[in-house]
């Protein structure tokens, strides 16, 4: 008989297995909470509190509490699959990828520099990161159809936008908000992540790049195989590419610009540009409104137009409900009163420390932080206010706490199975989690030790 060969489970078994994981934590390590002001902990203040440990019940019930948590993002995720369900059928997009293919002429290579500095743009200077969800199904055939693998795809986007937001220099939702915790400006200590994000940018563009080079001459050494997932793009058969699809790609592209550009804060970033302030919310109207002006341009019934929408939905839904379920870990271990014990454990191991010691501290306490916590805000609401204080004692300025924060965050986001970025590109690329974590291992080695090379030098600086 022969003997079976061991598979990764799915992504859904394993945050699964996280959840079962998390909720006999919530046994056995003791429940407590800080004093909170505004909905910020005060340092020094943690008690403990009556045990809430969570039994089969709050199990079960983890991952449909984190899909209402979520929802805001899980029906984002769905307008957009109904949006590209409706434009696909237009068959603009196949048709623009094939004209984008022929006019490269075998330098599609340059597609991977040029749109991972345009991601680590909006990872550095907004924390580009959920926003990211949209492009995958848009890009991934793009680089599919050019030779390349699905990882490439994935790649392009996750780690390009992932190194800007490692790096990031004026993210108002993770460094301004630690940043305004920590009690300093969003400019102190600026020069240090400018620095971080070019040479992270560059080792990511160069690491895709490599990878790239090695499939595209040898496809055998893909850690997916070439064309491997559900969605691909066939440039055998040429689509004709008519005035038509040309004005349908215009709206594409433009519902893409507004998106990145309602939820930029101008203001935070001292820009003088009008504030949108778009969310969820409003993104998800955006892609529903422009699958309706795709469908009617191009003539499809209103009956057609609704079918179509609602079968693109259907193709991401496994996507929304993967966002769902990883959510239900941090909701798990807030109901399980554990969150604030283990901050707590992170506050005791900093005190006393030096500085050399305090930031390589801060870091390596945060990086098990972040999968536990993995919303980046939240963590710095949660923590900051705590560790900040701490610093000042080892002669650590609140700067370097914060890029030591932002740092960990962004880097554990690469690749953790509680990021539910991480896990829905993966799932719309049909990448297993195992083959991404072979494949991106070695690039979290090199951001891992080049950050601590830069907090160390920042330290000795301070």
Known sequence: MEKRKFRMPTAYTILFLLIILVAAATWLIPAGAYDYVDGVPQAGT???????????????????SGFYDAVDVCVFILMVGGF????????????????????????????????????????TTYGMWEETMAFYPLLIPVFLAA????????SVILLGAGAGVISSTVNPFATGIA??????SLGEGILLRVLQWVIFESAAIWFVMAYAARVKKNPARSVVGVGAGKIQANMEQSVEYTPRRKVIMVIFTLTFLIMIYGVIPFDEMGLPLPVLGWWFPELSALFLAAGVIVGLLDGQREDEIAETFVAGCADLLGVALIIGISRG?????????????????????????????????VYLIYLPLTILIPSSSGLATLSVPIMAP????????????????????????????????V???????????????????????YFFLLTIVLLLIGAALS
């Open 46 to 64: 943690y008690h403990p509190a009556d045990p809430s440990p969570q039994g089969i019940g709050a199990v079960l019930k983890a991952a449909f």
């Open 84 to 123: 590209l369900g409706v434009v696909m059928k237009t068959g603009a997009v196949d048709a623009g990828v094939g004209s984008i293919i022929r006019h490269l002429g075998g330098k599609e290579k340059w597609l991977i520099p040029i749109l991972m500095l345009l991601f680590g743009l909006g990872g």
């Open 147 to 154: 030779g390349y693998d699905a990882v490439v795809g994935i």
């Open 179 to 184: 940043a305004g915790f920590a009690g300093v």
């Open 329 to 361: 870990i941090t909701v798990l271990m807030n109901d399980g009163g554990i969150t604030d014990t283990v901050l707590h454990w992170g506050e005791d191991a900093l005190s006393g420390a030096g500085a050399f010691s305090f930031v390589l501290l």
């Open 390 to 421: 701490l610093g000042q004692f080892a002669g650590v300025g609140g700067d370097l706490v914060v890029t030591a924060f932002q740092s960990a965050s962004g880097l554990v986001n690469l690749i953790t199975p509680t990021a539910a970025v």
């Open 423 to 445: 896990m829905g590109a993966l799932a719309l690329g049909h990448v297993p989690y195992d083959r991404w974590v072979k494949y991106v291992w070695k690039l979290v080695l």
